[in-house]
């Protein structure tokens, strides 16, 4: 039913599934405005999202906002000529959706709503604001309005994201009151290492050197030294620095290079001279947060090497791009650099280590942490922005293709540190290692549950035959088929051999349906498949066995795409919406991804069961699969006992499938089906509630509200000066 207020038109929701509403009435298109509202007596599980059909015949998922106070408020953009708009919640309690008020806005609102975070940043930097407006001035007089608009919107920020520096202004800045607490907790400290910043110096502009040692200076913990090497920068202003700070500050030491040997030699000359208990690393052009040194320090009793966030700073001291890091994460440090700055390492260690790798120049501090890590050594990370990361025309932080001798370095580090091939990754400073497979490989038991959908396991065995690896066997477990159609499939790939076909006359659970596969299996490993998986790439197979193999792996994931090539799994994150769900969700399959970790080998806490390899006898030691829980999240429950027996479990995109998610089993819309699903939630929190409110893999300063590594509002992570820390 159509109605009309303001200009505004009203849906109605009608429920048509346990978390599935269907809107109905005079369907809007492109730009709209939505509010409604929501009670719900548990929790939202996920990210809501609109499902949209478009006269073209595609249906185009759409994140919306997370509710915030029982009201979903904001704009998105929807097709041309809608067919259908279909609204998916999830929630673990009784759930109720209001009418839904939509109103169609012209691109000037937008432009204006989608602008203004951006207007306010530049209405508080007086500085800019006149080049800022003539900016507008030429793009108007070059284009009109749409053209100024476009701009807008090509850039637009999400939808209830706000910019950075107000995070940071509300979450991230120190105060005068958090000094005075700082300095009285630094006065309690039972102990207090003492740190050694070793500053390597190359013809460094003048400003930037003066602020890179003033932010060192402006330290709230005060048991440090600068020990800075100069490289034999030819520019006079260098020494003149560097000795006026010396003359200024007894902590500060200088050590000024006959020759220039780079930066391992310089960094090297700097740890002679070195007398505390830590070193802690910072650029010749870089800062330091006030609280660095005073943060790495409580983290420094049971540690020996020790990294911080960081964020980018530009010529004009405006800080952007904040890189929020998962804790030790040793498969990520083998396709990226990702510890960088800050870093601290006990001096003893470092010297133990023989200090820094000549030759390696450009990547001597990744050598170091995989050196660190390979003598055992005890990696802490500590959760805040800790160092600002100089970002200017020709810096590393910019340009990153312009030091391929750093990839170069990279490439011999790692090949030096894992013993095996390691070639360039798929982005800039990016690594791929190729973990051998012996001769002969060995079998892989493929355990695939289905029911019916004869359609579905006919693409999946067609596919399948693309795959390279060999050898493996095909047992699907049959869960009471009906259709005569999927009973012919079955009965054909018993006759040809392609498959064992078990029979599970149950009602369907899927860890007992995969624990009867794996007691069944021939293999050295298994894998467990859904029967709606489509094979796209031959090299799947062989990308997740060669992680399966290592001893240290648990369990091994793979990307898998929506048929639209959009991303349905990136490896799971713990507590977004309340127990975990799929990183990067919905991004188109090419994009980066936070930091790259869209396309990266790395560790998570946990993988899904859709597409999993595991060695056969991980499998049995850990039980298998928990049989209580039927359905959701025992996948994650399997993988965090992985991790707790002290296996890790991995995810790799070099293994791409296309997951046709759910569709032979269908959508959790009865009753009995929700009262489970709440069921399963409930064992979850109950059994891993603290772990998953803190994934190592995460971070706590990104949001558990979505899966796009968006900032927290508020972030998790503590203040340690603040009372009740």
């Not at 995070?167 to 009151?177: F, G, K, L, N």
């Not at 700055?341 to 170091?368: I, K, M, N, P």
């Not at 080998?601 to 829980?629: F, P």
């Not at 479990?649 to 009865?670: I, W």
């Amino acid at each position: 039913m159509r109605r009309w207020l303001r200009g505004a038109r009203f849906l109605d929701a009608e429920r048509t599934g346990a978390d599935v509403f269907d809107l109905r009435g005079a369907l809007p298109s492109g730009w709209i405005d939505f509010d409604f509202e929501i009670s719900c007596s548990g929790q939202v599980l996920r990210v809501p999202r609109l499902l949209v059909d478009s006269a073209a015949g595609a249906r185009e998922p759409v994140p919306l906002p997370f509710p915030r106070e029982g009201r979903m408020r904001g704009i998105v953009r929807l097709p041309e000529a809608v067919r259908a708009l279909r609204l998916e919640l999830s929630a673990t309690g009784d759930l109720r959706v209001g009418a839904l008020r939509v109103r169609e806005i012209g691109r000037a609102e937008v432009g204006l709503r989608l602008a203004a975070p951006f207007l306010r940043k530049r209405l508080s930097e007086p500085r800019v604001l006149p080049l800022t407006a003539l900016k507008l001035l030429r793009a108007l007089r070059a284009g009109g309005t749409a053209e100024v608009l476009d701009t807008l919107l090509r850039k637009r920020p999400q939808v209830s994201r706000l910019p950075y520096g107000e995070w940071v202004d509300r979450y991230a800045t120190i105060s005068d009151a958090d000094r005075a607490a700082i300095r009285r907790h630094i006065a309690r400290l039972p102990q207090r290492p003492g740190f050694s910043v070793l500053m390597p110096v190359y013809e460094t502009p003048e400003p930037f050197l003066r602020r890179a040692i003033g932010s060192v200076r402006a330290q709230l913990y005060p048991d440090w030294e600068l020990c800075i090497a100069d490289d034999a920068s030819p520019s006079p202003h260098v020494r003149r620095v560097l000795e006026e700070a010396a003359a200024a500050d007894s902590r500060i030491r200088v050590v000024f290079r006959d020759r220039n040997g780079h930066i391992s030699a310089a960094s090297n000359s700097a740890l002679e001279i070195a007398t505390g208990d830590w070193i802690a690393l910072l650029d010749h052009d870089d800062e330091l947060s006030e609280h660095a040194l005073y943060m790495v320090a409580l983290a420094a009793a049971d540690a020996d090497l020790i990294y911080s966030d960081e964020d980018k700073l530009d010529a004009h001291g405006r800080l952007s791009d904040p890189h929020f890091k998962p804790d030790w994460n040793p498969d990520l440090l083998l396709a990226q650099n990702y510890v960088a700055h800050l870093c601290a390492v006990r001096t003893g260690l470092v010297r133990d280590l023989g200090g820094f790798r000549l030759g390696l120049e450009g990547s001597q501090d990744h050598d170091l942490v995989l050196r660190v890590a390979k003598a055992g050594g005890r990696i802490r990370h500590v959760p805040h922005v800790l160092y600002h990361w100089r970002a200017i025309e020709g810096s590393t932080a910019l340009s990153a293709r312009s030091k391929r001798y750093a990839e170069e370095a990279s490439l011999r580090a790692l090949r030096d540190h894992t013993g095996v091939a390691v070639e360039a990754g798929p982005l800039p400073f990016t690594y791929r290692v190729r973990w051998p497979i012996p001769e002969p490989a060995p079998l892989v038991s493929l355990i695939v549950p289905t029911r019916d959908a004869a359609g579905l396991l006919q693409t999946f065995v067609e596919t399948l035959a693309t795959t390279a690896y060999r050898p493996y066997e095909l047992i699907v477990v049959d869960n009471q088929s009906r259709d005569p159609a999927a009973l012919r499939l079955l009965r054909g790939l018993e006759e040809r051999k392609l498959a064992r076909v078990l029979r599970y006359d149950a009602p369907f659970n899927y860890s007992a349906i995969n624990n009867l596969g794996v007691r069944e299996a021939r293999g050295e490993i298994v894998g467990l498949l859904n029967n709606d998986l489509e094979i796209v790439e031959p090299g799947w197979l062989t990308a997740m066995v060669a992680h399966a193999l290592r001893p240290e792996v648990g369990a091994v994931g793979a990307r898998l795409l929506y048929p639209d090539g959009t991303v349905q799994h990136g490896g799971v994150i713990l507590g977004i919406g309340g127990v975990a769900n799929h990183a990067h969700r919905n991004f188109p399959r090419s994009e980066t991804g936070y930091f790259g970790r869209l396309q990266l080998v790395q560790d998570l806490s946990a993988v899904t069961a859709a597409c999993l390899l595991v060695r056969r006898e991980v499998y049995l030691r850990a039980g298998g699969l928990d049989e209580s829980i039927a359905v959701a999240f025992n996948d994650v429950d399997f993988c965090l006992r992985l991790r707790k027996a002290g296996l890790r479990c991995v995810f790799t995109p070099e293994a791409t499938l296309v997951h046709h998610e759910s569709k032979s089993r269908g959508k959790d819309d009865s009753p009995e089906k929700r009262a489970r699903f709440v069921s399963e939630v409930e064992t979850m929190m109950a059994r891993w509630g603290e772990v998953l409110r803190n994934d190592p893999a995460y971070n706590p300063n990104l949001t558990l509200e979505s899966e796009d590594f968006a900032l927290a509002w508020p972030p998790r992570a503590l203040r340690p000066w603040e009372p009740g820390a």
